[in-house]
C-alpha cells in the first residue's frame, strides 16, 4: 500500500509542470487515484478477468430476486417508472430534461426524497450495507437547500408549496408542516447549493460523501448546464465543455458505483412543434449528452401548453378546452427517449401542482412503448 502511495505521488510530481493539462485535472486525477487506493487498497489496473465480472453480475441479480419489486436497481418509488427502467443502477448517467415549467427539478426532489425516505441498511463487517433506498447527494446549482426543503415539506405534508412560500398558512397547516419535519428530518439526504461548481470540486465532494460511514447511493445534479470546466483561459466553446462535463459526470458515476441524475435544459425549438413532446435532438448541446448518457429522459406535460390556449369563455371551444383542462390537469408524462439496458416509451404520472409531487396513476393505461 505504501509502495502504491509513493508511485501516486511520484506521478503527481511529475505530471505537475506539465503545461498541456490545466492543473484542476491534474488535481482532480490525483484525487481519483487516491481515492481508489483508499477505498480498495490497491490502484485501479483497468483490467479485471471475466470471472470476477460473471461473479458481480450473478451477484446483482440475486440481490434484485430477494429485493421488493425484483428491480436490480435503485427504486425511484414511481411504480411505472422503474417497471421501465429496471430502477437506478449503479455506474449509469441518466439525463432528465425538460422545458422551463415542466416539473424536472420536482421530479427530481421528489426522487431524491423518495429515496431517503426509504433508507435501511443492514450491519457488515465491512461496516453497513444499504438493503433500501439509499443515501443521497443533491446538487443544486440553482436552487438554494431551503428551497428544494420547502418543496419536499410540501411533498411529505400535504400543504401547498405556494402557500409555504407565502406564509398562508393556518394552524392545522403549520401543525401537518411541524409533524413532516419532525418525521423526515433525519432522512440521509445531503444538498450542496454551490452555485457555479466546477465539476472538479462536485466529484471531490461526492468522494468525500462516499467515504462517510454511510456512504452514498445517488447523486443528483440539477443542472449539468450550470457546471462549470474549471478552465479559466477561454479555449473552449460550450459545446466542448458541455462534452467535458458529461464526460466527467459517466466517469464518476462509474468511479462511485452509483446512479447520477443530471438534470438539462432542452433547446426552444421544442416550442415551435405542434407536438410539443421533446425529442433528443432537442437537447441543448445534445451531442455529448446523448452519447455519454445510459438513459434519457424527458418530463412532459400537455396541461402546460393547452392552459396557454385558453379560447373565449363561453364559447363551445371554451367547453371543450375546459374538458380537456380537467382532464390533463394531473397527469405528466416520463418520455424515455433512450434507455442503453431496456425498452424506450412513455411513462404516465400523477402530478399535483399544489405540492410539485409526482405520483403514480391509480388505473388506465400507464405506460406506452415506441413502435
Not at 243 to 256: F, Q
Not at 300 to 319: A, I, K, N, Q
Amino acid at each position: 500500500l505504501r509502495r502504491d502511495l509513493i508511485r501516486i505521488g511520484g506521478d503527481i510530481m511529475r505530471e505537475a509542470p506539465d503545461p498541456a493539462t490545466a492543473a484542476m485535472d491534474q488535481i482532480e486525477q490525483a484525487e481519483a487515484s487516491l481515492y481508489t487506493l483508499a477505498e480498495t487498497g490497491k490502484p485501479s489496473s483497468g483490467f479485471v478477468s471475466f470471472s470476477h465480472a460473471l461473479s458481480g453480475a450473478v451477484q446483482m441479480a440475486g440481490e434484485a430476486y430477494q429485493r421488493d419489486g425484483k428491480l436490480a436497481g435503485l427504486a425511484t418509488q414511481l411504480t411505472d417508472l422503474d417497471q421501465k427502467l429496471g430502477g437506478m443502477h449503479p455506474s449509469d448517467l441518466l439525463i432528465l430534461a425538460g422545458r422551463p415549467s415542466m416539473g424536472k427539478t420536482a421530479l427530481a426532489t421528489n426522487i431524491a426524497f423518495n429515496v431517503a425516505r426509504s433508507y435501511q441498511w443492514e450491519p457488515t463487517p465491512e461496516g453497513r450495507k444499504t438493503v433500501n433506498g439509499g443515501v443521497v447527494a443533491f446538487f443544486s446549482l440553482e436552487m438554494s437547500a431551503e428551497q428544494l426543503a420547502m418543496r419536499i415539506l410540501a411533498d411529505a405534508s400535504g400543504v401547498s408549496s405556494d402557500k409555504l412560500r407565502k406564509g398562508e398558512i393556518d394552524a392545522a397547516d403549520y401543525g401537518r408542516v411541524r409533524d413532516a419535519a419532525i418525521e423526515i428530518g433525519e432522512a440521509p439526504l445531503y444538498i450542496d447549493a454551490t452555485g457555479g461548481l466546477a465539476m472538479s470540486k462536485l466529484a471531490a465532494r461526492a468522494r468525500r460523501l462516499k467515504r462517510n460511514e454511510q456512504g452514498l447511493d445517488l447523486i443528483i445534479v440539477d443542472y449539468l448546464q450550470l457546471i462549470t470546466t474549471g478552465d479559466n483561459g477561454g479555449q473552449k466553446n460550450r459545446v466542448q465543455e458541455v462534452s467535458e462535463i458529461t464526460g466527467g459526470l459517466k466517469a464518476l458515476a462509474k468511479e462511485l458505483n452509483v446512479p447520477i441524475i443530471a438534470l438539462s435544459q432542452l433547446s426552444r425549438q421544442v416550442e415551435q412543434r405542434e407536438d410539443k413532446r421533446p425529442q433528443l435532438s432537442d437537447l441543448r448541446e445534445s451531442g455529448s449528452i446523448e452519447q455519454d448518457a445510459d438513459c434519457v429522459m424527458f418530463v412532459y406535460r400537455e396541461s402546460y401548453y393547452l392552459g396557454r390556449t385558453e379560447p373565449r369563455e363561453g364559447s363551445p371551444e371554451h367547453l371543450q378546452w375546459q374538458e380537456d383542462m380537467d382532464r390533463l390537469r394531473h397527469q405528466a408524462e416520463v418520455v424515455i427517449g433512450k434507455q442503453r439496458h431496456g425498452p424506450i416509451g412513455i411513462v404516465k404520472l400523477s402530478f399535483d401542482e399544489d405540492t410539485t409531487r409526482f405520483g403514480n396513476l391509480a388505473h388506465g393505461d400507464r405506460y406506452t412503448s415506441y413502435e
